[in-house]
């Protein structure tokens, strides 16, 4: 039934059919960006779905003429969001790689210095434990970079496989023969931290670096990164989110957030997954890469985020956005 009323109400529409449906269906203004450039925004640079995505931080009239329709909200106010969203979006990537690659490191570190392992017997035993994964490395054997190193360290036969009337030739993996610092290159960040935890309820005298009430928000962070996913198109609080101790006493130990700053911004979704990014890279990632990206970080919140905060500052402009990122500036400067 949805799809068949998504069908019906929500027809396609060109740019200028979107741009007027913004203005008088949600009150959205234009004099900033005019409706001209906006249908050029639609046209060449960005879609509807994600740039309206970000109205989500503004209120709406509750009552009267405008009723339904949103208060105070230029469109150039969506595109600034965007934009930024772009360019946290870059950075944030690039510090989640960094704490995965540390993270893969010291694995192999404490693998190293471990008698008891060989390498082998441990991948065995994960992939016995996680066949879903196997399954995953099988549809990785076409790839240019990891199909040589499947061929090499897993036993790989062709079948055929039977859907319907349909048949077609399939990969599939029938013994393991890999050790785990091949198995890193394989698998990713998500399906690591399985391995990384396996390992330790394996070996109770190994101590991870960081426990996943961190590392699964962070996991999350990277993946909407890495998809191109909107990060700020909804900064209010969630009942969901819940901030791990460690990470509420990480941001307690900043003097210039009040607890009452910290209870309400932690409890917001993106600002709570970009805080667990930011205590793991202070403990995890090396200090001559954590002190070059954490420069890059802070000179994009004090400089291109700064550019238009006219937008969201002042008796008109619009609190939940604007105390977000005086939050997120508040943390990074305790940290440069």
């Known amino acids: 039934m949805g799809k068949i009323e998504n069908f019906r109400n929500k027809p396609k529409k060109t740019a200028v059919e979107l741009v007027q449906m913004l203005r008088d269906e949600k009150g959205i203004q234009f004099n ?20 309206a995505s970000y109205r989500k931080n503004y209120p709406k009239h509750i009552a009267g003429p405008n009723e339904g329709k949103y208060i105070n909200l230029e469109f150039a106010y969506l595109t600034e969001l965007s934009t930024l969203d772009f360019y946290l979006r870059e950075i944030l990537l690039e510090m989640c790689i960094d704490v995965e690659h540390d993270l893969k490191v010291s694995l192999l570190r404490e693998l190293e210095a471990d008698s008891d392992e060989d390498g082998y017997a441990l991948v065995r035993d994960f992939l016995a434990q996680n066949p879903e994964i196997l399954s995953s490395i099988e549809r990785k054997t076409d790839a240019s970079f990891t199909g040589e190193l499947i061929e090499k360290y897993f036993g790989v036969c062709s079948v055929f496989s039977a859907q319907g009337t349909q048949s077609y030739l399939t990969t599939r993996i029938y013994s393991v023969d890999c050790p785990i610092w091949v198995l890193e290159e394989l698998i ?9 935890h396996f390992y330790a309820e394996r070996n109770p005298q190994f101590k991870p670096l960081m426990n996943q009430r961190v590392l699964n928000p962070v996991k999350s962070l990277r ?12 900064l209010s609080r969630t009942s969901t989110t819940k ?21 309400s911004k932690l409890t917001s979704r993106p600002m709570f997954e970009i805080v667990c990014l930011l205590y793991a890279y202070t403990k995890i990632v090396s200090p001559s ?10 000179e994009l919140i004090r400089g291109r985020l700064q550019k238009h905060m006219d937008y969201f500052d002042g008796p008109t402009g619009n609190k939940l956005v604007a105390t977000s990122f005086d939050f997120l500036k508040k943390v990074v400067d305790n940290l440069i």
């Open 32 to 51: 900033i960006m005019s409706e001209e450039q906006a249908v050029e925004y639609f046209s060449r640079r960005n879609n509807y779905l994600r740039t």
């Open 289 to 298: 890469v954590k002190k070059r990206r954490m420069a890059q970080l802070s």
């Open 188 to 196: 990713g960040f998500g399906e690591f931290l399985r391995l990384y």
């Open 223 to 234: 993946n909407a990164c890495a998809h191109n996913n909107c990060l700020l198109n909804v």
């Open 243 to 263: 901030p791990s101790p460690e990470v509420s006493a990480f941001v307690a130990s900043f003097d210039n957030i009040s607890a009452g700053e910290r209870r």
